[in-house]
């Protein structure tokens, strides 16, 4: 009856014909009679939509094997060469780390190279474990103005990359002998954050675990200084800023777990 | 000829040569056991070899109009090796249920009483050439088996790690054809399929589809309409977003990922990075009707995330950027063009750079320099994430640590968490892939931490030969990422006063204490058939 049906309302070569075609040949190869029997039915009721498109494939077997793009480079490579972009105020950015890039310093370094209108300075750290000389180069403008430094001056620099990509624990940072610079402090933690502010005798650290609030500022000679998320305030002589400081919100909320519930995020910079 | 000539039970053979189509096969011709065994859709292209076959040489022959061709021989082997861990019927350890990853359909017809017929396209692990599909009305009732047929088998790569690494080894994944029959369209059944040992894999629910307008048949949230006729966004008969010229395919699952990249990015951000991820995709263990592989993803990264300042000029870099979608918190009003160091918020770049009628296609990411928490990336679990990972270190910038930040949040968009369906533990040593932490940018860590973060070596790096010496990244590092599979091991946290547990994945020794995780036992989870597509329909959103 269902393949009356199909006949009366399909013509010779419908998709519908040629969908009936193609399970009464899938009967034919079927191993069992059981399956032989429900591709029969299939076919006389017109209930394979589609099959008759079905490709009998070129390869019906094939092996799983992740391939690369030919010329894709895995290995570490140098950076791209930026610059400061024109009309940026402001800029600090490493352009050249040591070659052990986990390899902390903070302490006196001397300027080697001043390049790109004093946008790009290049210093020499002292030889860290290997026992040979560490370059660092970084990017530095405040406020429009280059910081004032020459080859061979000496000057204090912060170099501190986090170990662990999930947990920062950063602090990248110059500074010179006028007193002129930048520091830029991003610490993470699973409890409250505190952290040094190096080149700026600070610290900071948060002092309550509820969203949004202040994160506290202190200095040896300073009473301490709140701040929120946002703020910018002047302290000891530079400037300060909250960029973020996150706690985790109560309720955990999927996906929003990367990495340290808690950050901080401060720059202390002080004009030239 | 069969390749190979020579396997265990349940191992897949192709067969090749000539007059394949509409041909049977014969397994121990001539012998007391003869039986016909079932091959490929519509001819005997491949066979699973019996799950019963004793070891020893098994003539087989093809036969088609009643003429066979002459015997070849399939030897079962006697020997173990790193494939082929004895799992005999009943024993202790059993080959493995079959498991299955997606349903799709290839062709469905709605009748005017609100009926659907569907042709399904059923695929997953473990399936034997010859498995069959049962389908149940409800999970309560029996399954009753239905027209089934075997297209295609993928068989996966190891890389030489040995089985018993593995608690569901998956040896190759299959697909079959199967047919539903009649039923009410929008209707949820519940499929199992059946392998030849009798073994069922878990029920799989699916949603049959509710009408042609909105028949999704390779389940990537993407109408077939808008695949085939390109997408309308406003109504207004004006097709907007030509996806079928973009290469969708309605049997084939797309993402479609707009990328903005801000000026004086470090990190490689170009072909090197997007075109091994797009390779990593198409390699995924799906299977398709058509000859089209994995997954397509389409990653447009021609733009970049600007703003106008005051004066007029485009602004395309920002120091810091706020990911202030997904439910963190706002950071004030951040000024880009007042803030000494420029904050910017996500959404007021998404605001202006992101053309809104691609908002039901299109996942959308900024790879910036600095993010506000300091992340190396953050997804909203949907349509929006950031990649931030550009100034946290030297040694992240290579190719493979921008595949990796890529896919994992990607992946994020996608459903998936830090340990497959979960976040704990999200340095899960047996969850193999980028998910993990510990898989994500590993190339790019202190050698102290990587030695903390114990994986399968040979997986992660897609060698046999991987190892890492004290510590260093393993020599012969390339581009190829992965999603996991499901397959590894469980791990046992050996938790005080006992001792006993898992103290090593692929000989790579555990270290637990670095391992932030409230479960004592660790189990890996399947990502690639966890994938959830509805992200951009449900503005970041993964369920309704």
Redesign the interface.
Known sequence: MGAIALALGAGCNSP?RQ?AA??R??S????TP??KQ??Q??AD???????Q??????E??????????P??????????S??I?P???????????PED??ERYTGPARVTKVEQNGDRIEVQLPPGASGTPRTLALLVR??SSPLPVKVGEMVDVAYQ??????V?E?AIGIRNSAGAGVV?V???G?VLVQAVIPLFGLNVRQVDNQ??APVQFIGASLKPIDL?????SLVEGA?A?V??S?VP?GK?????????PF?L?V?V?RVP | ML?PAEGHPHD?V?ITGSDL?????VWDFGKTTQT???????????FSVPHDAPAGAHPIVLQKNGVQSKPITFTVSSGTGPRNRPRPPGGIVEYPRPRIDAVT?????FEPAGDV???LYVQGANFDV?A?VSIMDDMSDPPV?????S???????WYGVDDDQFVYPIYH?GST?A????RPAGQRIWLIVTNLDNLQSVPFPYDLPKDAKTIDSDGDNLPDVWEIGGYDAEGDGVIDINLAALGADPSRRDVFVELDIM??????HD???F??LV??FE?A?ILN???AKGIHLVIDATGKPCLT?PGG?A?C?F??T?FDI????P????DPFK?????VRFSMLKAENFKRIRGDIYHYGIWG??Q??????????GDDFVIT?D??????????SSIEALAHEIG?NLGL??AGDT?DP?MQPNHLGVMS?TW??R????P??RLTRATCLPFYY?DAGAKEMSGSVFPN????V?YSQGMAKALDRPMPPATAGSTDICGTAIDWTTM?SIFKIVDDFADWGSLVFTGPRLNGTLQP
């Open positions: 519908e969908a193609a399970a040949d899938a034919e190869v079927a191993a059981e399956q429900l591709w039915d299939a009721k017109g209930d394979a939509p589609g099959l498109s079905v490709p009998i494939p070129q019906p077997v094939i092996q799983r094997r992740p391939s690369q793009a010329g894709a480079q895995p290995k570490p490579q140098p950076p791209q930026v610059t972009t009309g940026v105020r402001s800029e600090l950015r490493v352009v050249l780390y890039p986990f405040i406020s990359v986090r170990r662990d990509p999930q920062p950063d830029h991003i610490q993470g699973n969203p949004g929120t998320m946002g703020q910018t400037t800023r960029i973020s996150t919100s955990p909320v999927p996906g929003l777990n990367e990495g340290a950050t995020n720059m910079w | 390749e897949v192709q189509e509409d041909a049977q096969i016909v065994i079932p091959g490929g859709h519509q001819g005997a292209y491949m359909i290839v062709g469905a017809t017929r569907t042709t010859g069959i088996p239905v027209a089934t047929t297209h295609k088998v993928l068989r996966n790569e994944y054809i047919i539903s029959g009649l000026d004086t990015i470090q990190s490689p072909e090197t990075v075109a091994p390779q990593m390699s263990p009707v058509g000859d300042d000029q602004v870099e120091y810091t706020h997904g439910g963190q918190i950071a004030g009003e951040p803030d000494e160091f420029p904050e320099r600095h506000a928490n300091g992340k190396g990336g953050f997804s909203d679990m990972f100034e946290i270190g030297g040694s992240y910038h290579t190719a493979r994020h968490l830090h976040d999200n932490y994500l940018f190339t790019a860590l202190d102290s931490v897609a590092v390339n581009t190829i992965d932030d």
